[in-house]
């Protein structure tokens, strides 16, 4: 039997489902067959646009004292370009450089590297703005002051538009004359010792010059009488002394000398001296010796006094014994007249040799400023050191008492210290065993005595330093004191070494 077919129904309502997919499809068929047949429809293909980033390259001045020009930027740059560089010329030169005095262009900085302008023509943009920053630095220029004798003479480096103060110093046996400008255009405000002027950008070279000072050479008579003129010497020039004029009765002239009893310098009548040497007047006396009594002519062929007698007494044996020696006999043998020695004459004292005299610094006065004191010794080839313009001697040489030591503060200053060290180290002990019965007796007493020994010492080294040390004197490196302050710290030291010493504990 043929199954029935089932229609479903709902209601009203009947399933169409089959008839409108149908009539979708034809809708489709008939919109879409045509145009595509016809070619009424073409592809369509879109193509992304790019623009290229922007950046910009600025050259900031920085700030240049109170003066600060304008930027310079380069905008319209793209990643991968060439960096312009700011320059007038291929040298790196900078229009800014010439609107700014006393400054040094250097270079430029970005992202803190340093950068020249060479540097900067062989980069290419990154993908970001670029900033260069100009580094200044403040020109500076030389200042040479040549034979200048003070301690600060002013040499150094100085910038433009700086005030520069300039001393000539002292020179012993000499004054200060003028200065004279070696190098650069300067004008100076004052034509004495101590002057100044305005640093311009250039080096400048000043030069002092001096002149000799003048002094007496004055004629003692030492006894004698007469007058003679002062003969006038210019220092380190060649002098000649006068032929004397004194006589003094009784008594014939030998000479020149410092002293009025001789035994200083002798001079020769007339000498003429290489160069005068002496920061001060020279004082010279006349020596004297006594002449021969007048009317008494002397001898020319003596003979021996008493004369010998021609027939002696006793008269000699015609037949001498051959085992006696008549010379060596002592029967025989005169006994001999007691020897009267003749009186002694002066000798005048001839001194130095003239060359060795003349090179010797004898200054009569000991109230010498330290530019002198300080020439003096350069005179004698003692080593000089300079630091930061300060002229330090190695020693005081010859002028001792007109200088102090820097070694012996510094050898003072460090037993100090010492001493203050020990004394913390003893006091701390003394503090770990206050309570401690036990604690070792003799080892307290043995730092006690180790302190009380350093403090002397101490305490005497400084108040050796102030008594003989002139700290407003020149100052030298070393001098005669020096072995004693050392021989001092030295104590001082094994005081100190001494402190770790223990005590062994008495035994029980």
């Known amino acids: 039997m043929k199954a029935k077919k089932r229609h479903l129904n709902r209601g009203n309502r009947s399933f169409i489902g089959k008839t409108l997919g149908v009539l979708v499809a034809t809708i489709l068929v008939v919109v879409l067959v045509p145009p595509l047949a016809f070619g009424a429809f073409e592809p369509t293909v879109s193509t992304a646009q790019w623009q290229p980033n922007e950046y910009q390259v600025v050259y900031d001045p920085g700030m240049v004292g109170t003066w600060t020009p304008d930027s310079e930027t380069y905008s319209g740059l793209t990643y991968g370009d060439p960096i312009p560089a700011f320059a007038s010329n291929g040298s790196g030169h900078v229009p800014w450089v010439d609107s700014v005095p006393g400054w040094d262009f250097c270079g430029w ?29 403040k020109c500076s220029y030389y200042v040479n002051v040549i034979d200048s004798y003070a301690w600060i003479t002013g040499q150094g480096f100085y910038c433009a538009d700086e005030q520069v103060n300039i001393d000539a110093g002292g020179l012993a046996g000499y004054e200060f004359d ?16 101590q002057s100044s002027f305005i640093m311009p950008e250039e080096r400048v070279a000043v030069k002092a010059h001096w002149q000799p000072l003048s002094f007496s050479i004055i004629y003692n008579s030492n006894g004698g009488s007469g007058t003679m003129a002062n003969t006038t010497a210019y220092y380190n020039d060649p002098v000649t002394l006068k032929d004397n004029a004194f006589i003094r009765s009784g008594y014939s002239f030998t000479g020149w000398n410092t002293l009025s009893e001789g ?3 002798a001079y020769l009548d007339g000498e003429s001296l290489s160069a005068y040497n002496i920061v001060g007047n020279l004082e010279i006396f006349a020596q004297w010796e006594k002449a021969d009594e007048p009317g008494v002519i002397p001898d020319p062929d003596p003979g021996p006094d008493p004369a010998p ?13 051959p085992g006696v020696d008549p010379i060596t006999d002592p029967a025989t043998e005169p006994t001999p007249d007691p020897l009267v020695e003749p009186p002694l004459k002066p000798v005048a004292n001839p001194g130095l040799a003239p060359e060795v005299r003349d090179t010797l610094i004898q200054p009569l006065s000991t109230n010498l400023t330290p530019d002198e004191v300080l020439s003096a010794i350069r005179d004698e080839g003692v080593p000089i050191f300079t630091l930061g313009g300060l002229q330090i001697p190695l020693s005081g040489g010859s002028h001792n008492a007109l200088v102090w030591a820097l070694a012996n503060l510094v050898l003072c200053i460090v037993g100090v210290i010492l001493a203050l060290v020990v004394g913390g180290r003893t006091l701390r002990h003394q503090q770990r065993r206050k309570n401690n019965s036990a604690s070792n007796t003799s080892f307290k007493q043995h730092r006690s005595a180790m302190l009380v020994a350093t403090l002397v010492v101490a305490l005497l080294g400084a108040m050796m330093f102030l008594v003989v040390e002139d700290m407003s004197q020149l100052m030298v490196l070393v001098n005669h004191w020096t072995v004693v302050f050392t021989a001092l710290l030295a104590l001082e030291i094994v005081a100190f070494a001494l402190t770790f010493k223990r005590v062994k504990p008495a035994e029980v």
């Open 309 to 321: 007698d021609p027939a002696p007494d006793p008269a000699p044996d015609p037949n001498p014994d």
């Open 263 to 265: 035994g200083g310098t």
């Open 109 to 137: 900085i970005y992202n803190d590297t340093w950068y020249e302008y060479w540097q900067i023509a062989e980069m290419t943009m990154p993908e970001e703005d670029v900033t260069f920053v100009a580094i200044w630095q």
């Open 178 to 193: 003028y200065w004279s400008i070696e190098e650069g255009a300067i004008t100076l405000d004052s034509p004495e010792a």
